[in-house]
């Protein structure tokens, strides 16, 4: 699979400053770059139909930000307006009117140690232009993903509801063995065997027009995107359960798809080497595409308050 596109804005801000990104250093003996305790974001700005741009659900996702900090203990130096102006201010200095933007927040240097617990915490947002994460192809006829090895985490022992960065090495560890594999994407299941999420995506399926993904009970991310895809589907008139399933239903799926900031809406053709229903994208999988993009290009009037004009 051809790797995203990486055309990075010039300017990052970080604490409170526009700054080019060659100087938006961290110091080697940063906590996070340590220990990684830290908490970050992903977000879409898309072109609208109009011309202007507009960043997606900006406001959920820095809630989610300061929400992960919270669940932490990590207090931020700054508030929630800050980071959406923050946001706001360099998609505009970016001279694009589509990009990926990722804030960050993170402990910097200081004590050293597990229990170092007064480092300077900083701010950055950060943004540079990214197509579609799992490739052109795959967002037209489904990507092929691989039931990992490796098990979600248990929320016995992390913090599964909290986007945090050293969490993450869970989930580079299961997409470097789908990768191995030939397959494009891997699918975590939790410790009772049940389907969680894919490594950077929630995961839906389609059975008989009912669309189901795992509940927010279960070890997964509370993905925005997620969430937007169960409002969408609903004001299309589709059933959306919240119910955890198995490989083996699964793999007996009518479609399965993708969701995440990164990947959007992305279906998945095959599993295991098993094909989900015929093979290829599925009529509710392509309908639920065709709704997103009216929505994040700003087309559908029922959901204009989720986008933030920049």
């Not at 990104?21 to 906590?31: C, I, M, Q, R």
């Not at 203990?73 to 001279?95: D, H, K, N, Y």
């Not at 995961?203 to 027009?209: D, G, H, L, S």
């Amino acid at each position: 699979m051809v790797e995203p596109e990486f055309k990075k804005a010039p300017k990052v801000w970080l604490d409170g400053k526009l700054i080019p990104w060659e100087e938006a250093n961290v110091h080697l003996g940063s906590h996070t770059v340590q220990y990684g305790l830290g908490v970050f974001e992903g977000i879409r700005a898309y072109k609208q139909d109009d011309g202007s741009t507009a960043i997606f659900r900006l406001q959920e996702h820095i809630q989610r930000l300061f929400s992960s900090a919270h669940i932490l203990g990590m207090e931020l130096p700054v508030t929630e307006e800050a980071v959406i102006e923050a946001c706001c201010q360099v998609v505009r200095s970016s001279g694009m009117d589509s990009c990926y933007l990722r804030p960050t927040a993170f402990y910097g240097q200081g004590q050293m140690g597990l229990g170092a617990l007064n480092n300077p915490v900083h701010v950055a947002v950060a943004a540079w232009a990214w197509g579609r994460y799992l490739g052109d192809e795959g967002m037209r006829k489904g990507t092929r993903a691989h039931v990992s090895s490796w098990q979600r985490m248990s929320a016995k022992s992390f913090l599964v509801k909290g986007k945090v960065t050293g969490q993450y090495v869970n989930s580079i560890l299961a997409k470097r063995e789908a990768r191995a594999a030939g397959c494009d994407e891997a699918i975590l299941l939790d410790e009772f065997g049940l389907v969680a999420e894919a490594s950077g995506e929630n995961i839906f399926i389609v059975e008989k027009n009912v669309i189901f993904t795992p509940p927010r009970s279960a070890p997964i991310l509370d993905g925005i995107t997620r969430d937007a895809i169960i409002h969408l589907a609903r004001d299309m008139g589709y059933t959306v359960v919240e119910q955890s399933f198995t490989r083996g239903t699964l793999y007996c799926a009518d479609e399965c798809f993708f969701t995440g900031t990164a990947a959007e809406v992305t279906p998945v053709r095959e599993v295991d080497g098993r094909a989900i229903g015929k093979g290829e994208r599925g009529p509710v999988t392509a309908a639920l595409q065709d709704s997103f993009f009216k929505t994040v290009r700003g087309s559908n009037p029922r959901r204009l308050s989720w986008l933030t004009k920049v």
